[in-house]
């Protein structure tokens, strides 16, 4: 049990420490630049949460992942000149690819009167709603009132019935 725990507290050293490298941003530096290292942070974060999720118990688990919700949710707060942009973000219906993993597609509409990236942070979850995987996916420049469309994976195998959500989106 206790070597789970550590595996837990691991992955959320790693999250909090992606959100910490981002407090030393400059105001000099493009917002893409800051929203790159936030996602970039946030999804090793998911990803080491999703390694540990698989092997932990059931409340270290629980504790692993609110812990990595609140650290992605800051490191996304952290992105300067990133926008609101959760209305901008539509999910199709998920499917199971050939390797076990659940995917969906993102559309993304920008509404905006210049051309703007994306960070999103989407959940899925069990049917219930219990939060299984979280990814942070990149969405590349989008023209202004121009669709995107990019295809989110969970980062580990995932069974029953899978429902995404919009977590957070940050337009920049």
Same mark, same amino acid.
């Given at each position: #049990? ?13 999250? #909090? !420490? ?7 941003? /400059? ?8 929203? +790159? /290292?936030?996602? /970039? ?7 080491? &949460? ?5 092997? =932990?118990?059931? @409340? ?6 609110? +812990?990595?919700?609140? =650290? ?6 952290? &992105? ?5 942009? *959760? ?7 998920? &499917?199971?690819? @050939?390797?076990?993993?659940? %995917? ?8 905006? /009167? *210049? ?18 995987? #979280? ?18 994976? +969970? ?9 995404? %959500?919009?977590?957070? !989106?940050?337009?920049?």
């Amino acid at each position: #049990m206790k070597r789970q725990v550590n595996r837990c507290v691991s992955a959320v050293l790693v999250i #909090m !420490a992606g959100g910490a490298g981002l407090t030393g941003c /400059s105001s000099n530096r493009p917002a893409g630049s800051a929203a +790159s /290292s936030a996602a /970039s942070a946030a999804r090793s974060g998911a990803s080491a &949460v999703a390694s540990a999720a698989s092997s =932990a118990a059931a @409340s270290a688990v629980s504790s692993a992942v609110a +812990s990595a919700e609140a =650290a992605a949710e800051a490191a996304l707060a952290k &992105v300067k000149g990133g926008l609101n942009a *959760k209305a901008d973000v539509t999910l199709g219906a998920v &499917v199971t690819s @050939s390797g076990g993993r659940a %995917e969906v597609p993102v559309n993304v509409t920008n509404h905006d /009167s *210049k051309a703007r990236r994306y960070t999103i942070l989407i959940n899925f979850n069990d049917q219930s709603g219990n939060l299984l995987d #979280m990814i942070v996916l990149d969405v590349p420049e989008t023209a202004a009132g121009g669709t995107a469309h990019a295809t989110a994976r +969970s980062n580990r195998n995932l069974t029953g019935t899978i429902t995404t %959500e919009v977590r957070n !989106a940050l337009r920049y």
